[in-house]
């Protein structure tokens, strides 16, 4: 019961811009959190200082500090980082009079591109259902929150997030930080200290990854094409070399990136199956990859990626290229075959 009732108390963090503009639309269970508002520019750092007043006890500042560390080191994207500067235009304030709800034990302000600001509640305040205790002051063992990850939640609405949207069994709670409903020492999540990946993937969707070989996050499926080609074209003997270029399909600002660093294999046809021939291996231009071998004549080729559990980018094929000449020995029978999803499958 008691954690019903946090849960039903401590809405974290609606801010201002929040509790007026996000309704029920785009609801997606297990998917990146939605966007909260529109993107600060690439690779800003955003400053904050002590609020006049309202400057938090040092065990406070050190964890809001961690967290805008956190939220910094974790944001596998081009989005803001966060600094603490004396002289920054924005606050970060503690126990002052706040604009959160009034249930709320944090909340932020957003106002791309001129600034915001991030409020926590006194240790001690009261609720209709009971008495907030921050962890970092109080060193409860239980039914504390962690102002580390409060702080985390906020700068993640700062950024753009709206609350994760969690499965009805929450098993998914841990994929993000930005949540309605903070969860208390010792609930699962309750001292992140590191954005979750559906809270990366919306930031990588809305900020764009900082290098072309940065993984997508788990929470994405980005679909991507290969294009394969060889040189010299229809070759029938000899060496030749195959060029494959990889690129995304979707996702916002990874629409159209260059994925370089992933697994890239060539698949020659033998009989009805695919068999793999070599990796490629990445080529000076982003994005692209290659691979020389012995041509055999006659034969079909075509670069693949297969997803793994780790990056949230789709397995796909190429077209098939098919060299020159007339095939002998193992060759492709008949009329070309569905490509084998089997052999494509998600996480193999
Ligand atoms: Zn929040």
């Known amino acids: 019961m008691t954690r019903h009732l946090l849960r039903m108390a401590v809405t974290a963090a609606a801010t201002l811009i929040l509790i007026a503009g996000l309704g029920p639309s785009a609801v997606f269970a297990d998917a990146p959190d939605p966007v909260l508002g529109p993107a600060w520019p690439q690779d800003m ?77 006194e240790n001690g305040h009261k609720y209709d259902w009971g008495t907030l205790r921050w962890c970092e002051v109080t060193g409860f063992a239980a039914g504390c929150f962690s102002a580390e990850t409060l702080m985390l939640d906020e700068l993640g609405h700062v950024d753009g997030l709206a609350h994760h949207v969690n499965l009805p069994d929450e098993s998914d709670y841990t994929d993000s930080v930005v949540q309605a409903g903070s969860h208390a020492k010792p609930q699962a999540g309750w001292n992140a200290s590191a ?49 494959a270029a990889f690129r995304a399909t979707d996702g916002g600002r990874l629409n159209g990136n260059p994925l370089s660093g992933r697994r890239v294999v060539l698949q020659l046809r033998t009989g009805l199956d695919w068999t793999d021939a070599g990796v490629m291996a990445g080529a000076p231009t982003a994005g692209n990859y290659t691979l020389s071998v012995l041509v055999r004549p006659g034969t079909d080729y075509r670069a693949v990626y297969r997803a793994t559990a780790s990056e949230g980018l789709r397995s796909t094929a190429s077209a098939v290229i098919t060299s020159g000449g007339t095939c002998t020995g193992v ?15 998600r996480g193999r």
């Open 331 to 345: 060759c492709p029978l008949g009329p070309t075959p569905a490509r084998p999803a089997v052999t494509l499958g």
């Open 45 to 121: 750092t955003l400053e904050f200082r002590w609020a006049s007043g309202g400057v938090p006890p040092a065990a406070i500042r050190t964890a809001m500090l961690e967290g805008a560390a956190d939220a910094t080191a974790s944001r596998a994207s081009r989005a803001p980082s966060f600094a603490f500067d004396a002289a920054a235009a924005n606050d970060a304030a503690y126990g002052l009079a706040m604009p959160c709800a009034s249930n709320a034990i944090a909340c932020a302000y957003r106002a791309v591109p001129t600034g915001f600001d991030v409020w926590l509640r």
């Open 195 to 243: 954005f979750g990946v559906c809270d990366t993937a919306t930031l990588q969707t809305m900020y764009d990854v900082p290098s072309w070989s940065t993984p997508y996050s788990s929470c994405l499926d980005i679909p991507a094409t290969l294009t394969l080609s060889m040189t010299p074209a229809g070759a029938a003997s000899g060496t030749v070399t195959l060029g």
